[in-house]
């Protein structure tokens, strides 16, 4: 479904020629089968859960999380323990908070990045920012238009519990860590429900697809 803002045409985009939308959503919904969804339509998608990771591979960053938790924080092989930051960063929103003062500026970098790269290659017909907390730090200018994944939450728990092991109490946690849905789907340019299968979800992007260059510029 859509906002009466993903009705109205924009004269230009904020990076190029080419629209870039962001995509957040519900935990659990599917955002990253809504992005190959995009991607099949010709889009350059910008992964920054990956780019979070790269973050985490950066020498100056390693240190400065060192230096916040101590060499335990550490794996064997010397790389950072993603999962013990998880449990200490979800477990104490300033622990969270220094973590996110320390990659998102990296991530934000390289996001630019990609985009430049996006608005200058002929493979690409627009931009698709998969990002679960673009509106958490405030990365709202960086995309024009906003694309929430939803699904029930019975249906997000059963994935979660498949792909990740989580239970409700895990699920929770995570959700208080983020905007309330309500507020993030009021502001999105439309909603994209996943509760089907692929070639309904397909659709589903479509017709968003079919009107999303003319969504309003979303404010950060």
């Known amino acids: 479904m859509f906002s009466r803002d993903a009705e109205r045409s924009a004269s230009r985009f904020k990076h190029g020629p080419k629209p870039v939308i962001g995509l957040i959503g519900a935990i659990g919904a599917g955002k990253s089968t809504a992005a190959n969804c995009f991607a099949a339509r010709g889009a350059h998608v910008i992964d920054a859960d990956a780019l979070g990771h790269e973050a985490l591979r950066q020498p100056e960053i390693v240190a400065a999380i060192v230096k916040l938790w101590g060499e335990g924080i550490r794996k064997e092989d010397g790389s950072l323990d993603r999962r013990a930051i998880g449990r200490i960063v979800f477990a104490d929103r300033a622990k969270r908070n220094a973590l996110e003062a320390t990659v998102f500026p990296y991530i934000k970098g390289r996001t630019h990045d990609e985009i430049a790269r996006a608005q200058a290659s002929p493979d690409a017909t627009f931009v698709v920012l998969d990002a679960a907390v673009l509106l958490e730090a405030g990365w709202g200018e960086l995309v024009d238009s906003l694309v929430y994944v939803d699904a029930p939450r019975e249906t997000r728990l059963a994935r979660l519990a498949t792909r990740s092991g989580w239970n409700e109490a895990e699920l929770t946690a ?29 659709e589903e992007v479509d017709r968003v697809l079919a009107v999303i260059c003319g969504t309003r510029a979303v404010s950060s």
Do not use: F, H, I
């Open 174 to 202: 995570r959700e208080a860590a983020q905007l309330p849905a309500a507020e993030k789907k009021s502001r999105a340019n439309a909603v994209v429900v996943n509760d089907a299968g692929p070639p309904e979800l397909q």
